[in-house]
């Protein structure tokens, strides 16, 4: 499929409208259904088209594997930080009224954080278990 002209324009069309898609579903995450996983998994699967259409090699060239793996830590790094933020804020562990001195707009603040870490660790996860899929017949030759 890497070199099919007419996939490569649709997908060159397609992905950047399923980013946005993904940033939708996040930021809608506070006030419907949705949020952090959903966002992360169609980002991933923006990834994952690209791969398809262009190639694993220059999907890796994009999302390199150190970044991927970086991002699965980030994300949870981001997640426990705002637990441990309530903690010290004097508030108990993911106590998001303690964020701001409005606690409505402490929550608001909380969710998003906790959504956006989660977003990131899962579509790391789903990068790096399609990475591994994908190329495994690529390290036995």
């Not at 419907?32 to 992360?40: M, N, T, V």
């Not at 791969?51 to 426990?80: C, H, Q, S, W």
Request: net charge negative.
């Amino acid at each position: 499929m890497t070199r099919d002209m007419v996939l490569r324009v649709v997908a060159k069309l397609l992905i950047p409208f399923i980013l946005l898609f993904a940033l939708y579903v996040q930021f809608h995450g506070d006030f419907g259904p949705g949020g952090g996983f959903q966002a992360g998994v169609i980002l991933a699967a923006a990834m994952v088209f690209y791969a398809v259409i262009f190639g694993l090699d220059n999907a890796r060239k994009v999302l390199p594997d150190r970044l991927v793996e970086t991002m699965i830590a980030a994300g949870v790094l981001l997640y426990l930080g705002v637990g441990v933020a309530g903690l010290l804020l004097g508030g108990n562990f993911l106590d998001y009224f303690v964020l701001s001195a409005d606690p409505v707009a402490g929550q608001h603040r909380g969710i998003f954080w906790i959504e956006l870490g989660v977003a990131i660790t899962v579509c790391g996860v789903m990068l790096k278990v399609f990475y591994l899929f994908a190329g495994r017949g690529a390290e036995d030759e």
